[in-house]
């Protein structure tokens, strides 16, 4: 996924069905929410305007590095910049666009010790995530 006007958008169904359900996203125990300062942070490694990103929910599948670091949203987004060469043009217009997207999981790295993790899910339920790994 390169060019997001290539990028095709599932159905609003289809897409329900992809991924973690309601009850798994809200566990504390499987998943971690980006909170206010991680969303904050997201805007800032993405050159936006404060606030821009705010007002939606990113879950991580809850992975804590060895390095102690509970990782969340935002170590997807440095994933998708430093590992997979993602501009922060695509990135953005992934989050915030009309298109509801589901890829596969991938290898995630931790932005506190760049070590790689295992390939968590994510979920943003407005419009964007993965399926669960097998
Ligand atoms: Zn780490």
Known sequence: MADYDRVVSLSREKFEQSGPSVAELRDD???????DV?????????????GILAGDEYYLQKIVCECGRRLTMY???FTGLVDAGHSKSLI????VGNKLVV?????????ACARVCPRPWYRMPQSY?????A
């Open 29 to 35: 125990t499987k998943s971690t929410k980006s909170d």
């Open 38 to 50: 991680d969303i904050a942070r997201m805007e800032r490694i993405l050159d936006l305007r404060e």
């Open 75 to 77: 170590d997807f987004v």
């Open 92 to 95: 953005v217009h992934t989050f």
């Open 103 to 111: 890829n596969e999981a991938r290898p995630i790295r931790c932005s």
């Open 129 to 133: 995530g993965c399926r669960p790994p």
